[in-house]
């Protein structure tokens, strides 16, 4: 006998300032790569109260997909409606929970630091230690491209505060299985045996 | 040869198999709507609103399990006949809505009667398609009753620009399509199913739950197999009224918040809920974390988002209900024996005593005020014989009709269950009458809803709909002003409607027939002579305005803490708090 019966859905106002305690997924997404896909995608989010961290789209090996890389923060029931209804979009060809498996995440940033003549040597020290590169140089700034997770991310980026970033641009993170993967399925995972 | 794409238009739904088309014209279809002139196998039905229009699709795709196919133009027309595709995209209704669109080379300009139809339509249709070239226009088509009859079935809207219409191009109709994203489930995972079968062997109080999904899938046969062959009393949603007969010693009629006692004491005491084709409601569940606290749930859904959506599932089934059902009751027949009808014994009493203590009431004096119930229940006795079509409105003629009404076939049942939308049932009643010319169609409607869609009256005249309408007239929006009552102390904000139309008048200036029952003694002639017209016709039923639909379960409350009655204390604040305002009008509009 099952008791007490709990809702699927817990703590309903999960959709603005959502609390993190819910664990962050990492969501790959392969859809038609035409017009009016991104807005069926991110309507589906905002229609049903559900968050979009970072989201990040470009042409897959077959340029006739994309891949849509999707952060999202959710309990295990909200992640599992996300993934649904992701498979339910007809444009939508294969979604992949990756937390379900070992991954690889990267995010790359353009920072834009605005160098005092005394602080341009601490720049180009601190982006060696990151190995980031210098991709272009005024008179009164470095442009910095740097590449990583995260954690590298904020902690770049903590450091060069200091000396005054301009500007800032992150593409959001896009991350790939480790293994050859199988898509989350529609079918529903076998229950557990009394 | 080429063809304009208009001419495409008509040759792809002639192909489709479509007969009727609701429709309203404007700048930018006048060529499809010139092509549609000049051939004979499309009948077009001209509407008076798009929301007419949607809605008599609806009906039609209700009533015939084919697709309803509208065609409105750009702009308003579009805007107007958004609240019919939301309405299908709730109900799980076969559309296909095209919509016209200013010339590709305007699109995005603000143009003359342009809208957004894409992004319009994007959350309340299953899919939709904006044809940039006439070249796609025939596959797009093919594509669109594809995604709109399968999987989980639901509106497709077809936006097609003026230039995609008048430019030509040769016409290749596609056999079949497939589109790589879109692969619906309708086989049954076999290791659920047997786990599913063990369940139900071993159940002592089993309840089925059953919702349009089966009504959809055409599965009634297999649901009442199983039900006869395992003795599982069955609980219907709104939206699977006439799935399982509803005369049945087993069927229990409808559940949830205004379904009968025993229905929602069933469920609430089960200890395994078979859910099929249905999706857990709040109107039916009531509060989630109390439904079925006792129970096992097994969830048979073709659409795999409707599984835990709400509710825990232990047993989840994606697949197509008819299949699903087959199957298990394969492996059920093999097993069956007479243990099971004696094991459920005390549980199909239990329910019965639930039965004798709350059967659905209302108390018609013979000289007192016209009770709804009573008004619907005679409907129902006089046409039982008939199997007739009902359609209705939404509010409490709606619930009323679903209790009283007890339909034995599915597909005669028209309503709008998920968005509930007034102004539904008398457009839906019409569309289901053109399917059907020969058919009887009632619509049981309130006059709140009816005047939501009055304009339609021309439409089922001119094209000789006859359709029977009975209003239900409490001069109130019912259900709002019953909850002002339960909820609001008695304060009838915005609910009393002070002036509601001479009904017979206005049924007479549109050239229908109008009738009246003022009376409880009149209540049959009229609703015979209603029948004996081969016209469409209004009848006004003026009822007791301060009748309450009962049983209730609060919203938010548990399925087995129902409200049977007017509470006492609310008796004595209808004599003190009734409003004073139109009494007097009674006179004028019941004499």
């Known amino acids: 006998m099952a008791g007490a019966r709990t809702p699927a859905i817990s703590h309903t106002p999960f959709a603005i300032g959502s609390p993190l305690i819910f664990m962050e997924h990492i969501i790959s997404v392969l859809v038609e790569n035409k017009f009016g896909v991104l807005s069926r995608v991110a309507g589906l989010f905002s229609g049903r109260g559900f968050n979009i961290e970072s989201l990040s789209v470009a042409p897959s090996l077959d340029p006739s997909m994309s891949m849509m890389t999707i952060v999202t923060r959710g309990d295990d029931r909200i992640i599992e409606q996300i ?45 060696d230690i990151f190995r980031a590169n210098v991709v272009d140089s005024t008179p009164t700034t470095y442009t910095i491209e740097v590449a990583g997770d995260t954690k590298k991310m904020e902690a770049i980026i903590n450091l060069l505060q200091p000396l005054g970033i301009k500007e800032l641009v992150r593409t959001g993170r896009v991350a790939i299985a480790r293994e050859p993967i199988r898509p989350a399925t529609a079918q529903p995972k076998r229950i557990a045996k009394e | 040869m080429k063809l304009t794409g208009a001419e495409i238009f008509v040759e792809c739904l002639k192909r489709e198999g479509v007969k009727t088309l609701f429709a309203l014209p404007g700048g930018v279809v006048l060529k499809i709507f010139d092509i549609l002139h000049q051939q004979k196998d499309i ?45 299908a995209s709730m109900d799980s209704v076969p559309l296909v809505c095209f919509s016209g669109q200013v010339s590709t080379s305007l699109i995005g300009n603000d ?22 070239d006439v070249n796609d226009l025939a596959v797009t088509i093919k594509e669109a009753f594809y995604v709109a009859t399968t999987g989980r079935p639901g509106p497709v809207l077809v936006d097609i620009p003026k230039d995609v219409s008048m430019n030509k191009t040769d016409f290749k ?14 086989d049954g995972n076999k290791w659920q199913i047997k786990q599913a079968a063990e369940a139900i062997a071993k159940a002592r109080k089993p309840i089925l739950y059953v919702g349009g999904g089966v009504v959809f899938s055409g599965a009634s046969e297999e649901l009442i197999e199983l039900a006869e062959m395992m003795n599982i009393p069955v609980d219907m949603t709104l939206m699977a009224l006439g799935a399982f007969p509803g005369e049945h010693p087993l069927s229990m009629g409808m559940m949830g918040m205004h379904g009968t006692y025993w229905a929602n004491m069933a469920v609430h005491y089960s200890d395994l809920v078979i859910a099929v084709g249905a999706r857990f409601d709040d109107r039916v569940t009531g509060k989630v974390s109390e439904f079925c606290p006792h129970a096992k749930v097994i969830h048979i859904d073709i659409d795999p988002t409707s599984i835990r959506k709400n509710v825990n599932v232990d047993i989840p089934i994606v697949g197509d209900c008819k299949r699903v059902l087959r199957e298990l009751n394969q492996i059920l027949r093999a097993t069956v024996n007479g243990e099971q009808k004696e094991l459920r014994k005390p549980w199909l009493d239990q329910i019965h005593e639930w039965q004798r203590a709350h059967p659905l009431t209302y108390e018609q004096d013979s000289n007192g005020p016209i009770k709804p119930q009573h008004v619907i229940k005679r409907l129902y006795e006089l046409t039982k014989d008939r199997d007739p079509i009902v359609s209705t409105d939404v509010g409490q003629h709606q619930m009323w009709a679903a209790q009283y009404f007890k339909l034995t076939k599915p597909r005669r049942w028209l309503t709008s269950g998920g968005l509930g939308t007034m102004g539904f049932g008398f457009p ?62 008695g304060r009838y904000a915005s609910s009393y409607l002070d002036v509601v139309p001479d009904f017979v008048k206005l049924a007479e200036a549109y050239g229908a027939v109008g009738l009246r029952a003022a009376k409880v003694s009149e209540i049959d002639d009229v609703i015979q002579e209603a029948l004996a017209v081969d016209r469409p016709v209004f009848v006004d039923v003026p009822v007791d305005q301060y009748e309450n639909c009962y049983p209730m379960i609060p919203a938010g409350g548990c399925n087995h803490e129902m409200i049977l009655a007017d509470p006492p204390e609310l008796k004595k604040k209808q004599v003190v708090g009734t409003p004073v305002v139109g009494e007097d009008k009674d006179t004028v509009l019941t004499a």
């Not at chain 2, 019409?430 to 020969?438: K, L, N, S, T």
């Open chain 2, 428 to 489: 839906a009643a019409m569309g289901a009458q053109a399917a059907f010319p020969g058919r009887l169609v009632l619509c049981v409607a309130g006059d709140g809803s009816v005047q939501m869609n009055t304009q339609e009256l021309a439409t089922a005249v001119v094209n000789k709909l006859p359709v029977k309408v009975v209003i239900i007239n409490n001069r109130y929006h019912g259900m709002v002003r019953q909850w002002q009552d339960l909820f609001y102390e």
């Open chain 1, 83 to 127: 993934v649904k209804q992701l498979n339910k979009l007809i444009d939508v060809i294969k979604v992949v929970d990756l937390n379900e498996n070992e991954f690889v995440e990267r995010e790359t940033a353009l920072i834009k630091v605005h160098t005092k003549p005394e602080d341009r040597a601490e720049a180009l020290r601190i982006a």
């Open chain 2, 173 to 186: 109709y596609p056999g079949s399509v497939s589109i790589r994203g879109y692969n619906p489930t309708y």
């Open chain 2, 43 to 87: 009948d077009v039905i001209l509407t008076r609103h798009e929301q007419g229009a949607g809605h008599m699709a609806e009906g039609y795709a209700k009533a015939t399990g084919k697709p309803g196919v509208a065609l409105v133009t750009s702009g308003p027309g579009m805007s107007n006949i958004v609240t019919a595709l939301v309405d």
């Open chain 2, 111 to 132: 143009a003359f009667q342009e809208a957004d139809n894409m992004g319009l339509s994007r959350p309340c249709t299953k899919y939709n398609f904006l044809v940039k």
